[in-house]
């Protein structure tokens, strides 16, 4: 047994795209810019950061966007959100320009994402199969299961689809509960930037969900029973 959620495919999608239209609007009559950069940052805000600073590269320079960043307040969850979306990019242009804009620390790494005290991220799933049209019927409610494989990564299960997600995650949750639930699903972008995940840490015993990691050894449960650690 996994841990297991369930989403209508069709809400999610308006719900989503309500958020990035209201962020939309508000930026572009905080901002005064084009169209294009008011999108791009109101991607960032709604915690879909890679596509947001794809279309902030393709339609701004870094010297623009460190003039625009500086009326635009970036919480802890943004950096972190941006950070754990672009630390396995294979995109070289793309990490160059990101660093050029200076949101992101030299520095930063997990251990920094902590200290700023953050405990939800939404992080985008790499596919077993880039086939994601299953995902893109409104009329389907979502099946979401998800456990650590061997190599300690999260695996999370839409529908059969399995999306992988970075081994900084696996960090940033350590042994503490979490609970994951289907955040985004959009319909531009490439096949590792359009799932997207909410990934909380439950601190309180009222807000964890039972989760089970099926890969756990016998004789590993078998030492917590003998030692009255209860799983």
């Given at each position: 047994m996994v841990q297991k959620h369930s989403h209508n495919i069709g809400f999610l999608e308006f719900t989503t795209k309500k958020e990035i239209l209201n962020a939309f609007f508000m930026f572009k009559n905080i901002l005064k810019e084009k169209d294009e950069i008011a999108l791009g940052i109101a991607l960032i805000k709604s915690g879909y950061a890679?596509?947001?600073?794809?279309?902030?590269?393709?339609?701004?320079?870094?010297?623009?966007?460190?003039?625009?960043?500086?009326?635009v307040i970036l919480l802890p969850s943004d950096i972190a959100n941006i950070f754990f979306q672009t630390v396995s990019l294979n995109d070289v242009k793309l990490r160059k320009f990101v660093n050029s804009v200076g949101i992101l620390s030299k520095e930063i790494d997990v251990k920094s994402i902590e200290e700023l005290d953050v405990k939800e991220v939404i992080i985008n799933g790499f596919p077993d199969d880039i086939n994601l049209t299953k995902l893109k019927d409104n009329t389907i409610v979502s099946s979401i299961n998800y456990y650590v494989d061997e190599s300690n990564?999260?695996?999370?299960?839409?529908?059969?689809?399995?999306?992988?997600?970075?081994?900084?995650?696996?960090?940033?949750?350590?042994?503490?509960?979490?609970?994951?639930?289907?955040?985004?699903?959009?319909?531009?972008?490439?096949?590792?930037?359009?799932?997207f995940f909410r990934i909380t840490k439950c601190m309180h015993d009222s807000?964890?969900?039972p989760y089970f990691d099926p890969m756990i050894k016998i004789d590993s449960l078998i030492a917590?029973?003998?030692a009255e650690e209860f799983v």
């Open positions: 890679l596509p947001g600073l794809r279309v902030l590269y393709r339609y701004s320079t870094a010297d623009t966007l460190k003039r625009i960043f500086s009326k990564k999260l695996v999370v299960l839409v529908n059969g689809l399995r999306f992988f997600l970075p081994n900084e995650i696996t960090q940033f949750v350590g042994k503490e509960n979490l609970s994951i639930q289907l955040k985004a699903i959009l319909n531009f972008g490439f096949p590792d930037e359009r799932v807000d964890t969900t917590k029973i003998e």
